[in-house]
């Protein structure tokens, strides 16, 4: 599945990205490509936590 994210310039250092489908899903990466692969793990986790709840 492909989820959208939004990756913005974080206040004191590197990239902070969330994804607006999955509730609460955040990370950060000192490079967009670490905050992009960093996001995907998150994402992944937080859809296993969700799904252990149903």
């Not at 967009?32 to 992944?44: G, L, S, V």
Request: hydrophobic share 35%; glycine share 10%; net charge negative.
């Amino acid at each position: 599945m492909v989820y959208r994210v939004v990756v913005e310039k974080g206040e004191d250092f590197g990239y902070v990205v969330h994804c607006p489908a999955v509730p609460g899903c955040h990370s950060q990466g000192n490079t967009i490509e670490e905050a992009i692969e960093n996001i995907k793990d998150a994402i992944k986790g937080c859809l296993s936590a969700l799904e252990k709840d149903y």
